[in-house]
């Protein structure tokens, strides 16, 4: 599914965007998530075990909703299937998005205690596009 260019500058962005999945009742579980885009998947960094995590691995799908930061009427929600979830990368990829996000260099050491990276098991879930709505 292609994203259009304008939209793919706006989920690569600094800000976050609205994950939402299904929880394990059938409610709707919806968290802030900072998106990242490679041309082909949405990509989202999260913490192994943790529930959204879970909820993407058992229902796998999922909707992003991303909207322009200066102009809320500007958005993109995107239905999305699991491709992945894969542990490689994941702490560059942190320290990618934490970088754009935040403007410091990396996540473990600056934003969180050195120390809670050992404690800490992070993934990065590829999720593949397969219907957009945008304004």
């Known amino acids: 599914m292609n994203i259009p260019e304008f939209y793919q500058q706006i989920i690569t962005s600094p800000g976050s965007a609205t994950l939402s999945v299904l929880s394990k009742d059938g409610s709707i579980q919806s968290t802030l998530v900072w998106p990242d885009y490679d041309g082909q998947f949405i990509k989202l960094n999260m913490l192994s075990g943790s ?16 909207s322009h930061r200066t102009n809320e ?30 403007g410091v260099r990396s996540w473990y050491g600056e934003v969180e205690p050195a120390d809670s990276e050992s404690m800490s ?14 304004t």
Do not use: F
């Not at 009427?73 to 934490?98: F, M, P, Q």
């Not at 098991?121 to 945008?134: A, D, S, T």
């Open 51 to 66: 529930p959204k995590e879970e909820s993407i691995r058992r229902e796998g799908r999922a909707t992003i909703l991303v």
């Open 73 to 102: 009427n500007l958005y993109i929600s995107i239905r999305c299937e699991l491709e992945s979830i894969e542990s490689e990368g994941a702490l560059a990829h942190l320290d990618k998005i934490t970088q754009r996000n935040m």
């Open 121 to 134: 098991r992070r993934v990065i879930v590829y999720l593949k596009p397969v219907r957009i709505y945008h």
